[in-house]
């Protein structure tokens, strides 16, 4: 089903906090799983991936989480900087033809 | 050097009317995709074509019918245009399927 969903839809942090942006995903046959980053006005910016054989990958200051046994994905950003502040979502690939099911998204706002 | 470009980015109609939606990509991606993006921010998968062919149909109403005259290129026409056709929508390409899409920048279309 589609039920990749967020547990917050809205995030504020102060700058140079650390972040952190949860999703639950319902199909445990998804395989792939990637957050994107959306700013007002654009489209959604790839950020960081992970497959299902991992349970963590690291980025220039973000990190995804998998935990498959209960079907959790987090990204974390640390030294949350003004410039991160957008919606994010979770998407899970379940190998049907490229097609990506988002999670309700998470708008992140920074305050200086 | 746009890599997934969608044109217009801004459509204003009226109600009946048939426009269409314009999207190319210059990354060799051999998989292109329609998402749509309501008021809510919610993004959904319409359509997945690779290589030209129709993968995915995601029970989108007939009024909506994309066209991929070659793989750089996925349009989407929409017949008698409705108030509830009101969204943004998005144009993605990705290199296999189980991989990440990069998004266009999006058309948002007003019927009124």
């Known amino acids: 089903g589609e039920n990749v969903g967020l547990h917050l839809p809205t995030l504020s942090v102060q700058e140079g906090d650390n972040s952190i942006i949860n999703c639950a995903y319902s199909?445990?046959?998804?395989?792939?799983f990637i957050w994107y980053k959306q700013e007002s006005g654009k489209g959604p910016q790839f950020i960081i991936d992970i497959r299902s054989n991992m349970d963590k990958r690291q980025g220039q200051r973000v990190t995804v989480l998998l935990n498959k046994t209960v079907k959790h994905l987090s990204l974390q950003i640390a030294a949350t900087q003004p410039g991160d502040s957008a919606v994010y979502f979770c998407a899970e690939n379940e190998g049907q033809g490229g097609k990506l099911i988002f999670g309700q998204g998470t708008e992140l706002s920074v305050k200086p | 050097d746009t890599a997934v470009s969608q044109t217009p980015k801004y459509l204003v109609t009226q109600m009946g009317n048939d426009k269409s939606i314009k999207c190319e990509q210059n990354?060799?991606?051999?998989?292109m995709y329609w998402y749509k993006q309501d008021s809510k921010k919610f993004l959904k998968i319409m359509f997945s074509y690779n290589n030209k062919e129709l993968i995915i149909n995601e029970t989108v109403p007939n009024r909506f019918s994309p066209k991929s005259p070659d793989k750089a290129h996925l349009n989407l026409h929409i017949n008698s245009l409705e108030l509830g056709d009101s969204a943004v929508y998005f144009c993605?390409?990705?290199?296999?399927?189980?991989?990440?899409?990069?998004f266009g920048q999006g058309t948002r279309l007003t019927v009124v």
């Open positions: 993605a390409s990705s290199r296999p399927e189980n991989t990440e899409a990069f």
């Open positions: 990354l060799g991606h051999d998989t």
């Open positions: 199909n445990s046959a998804s395989d792939y």
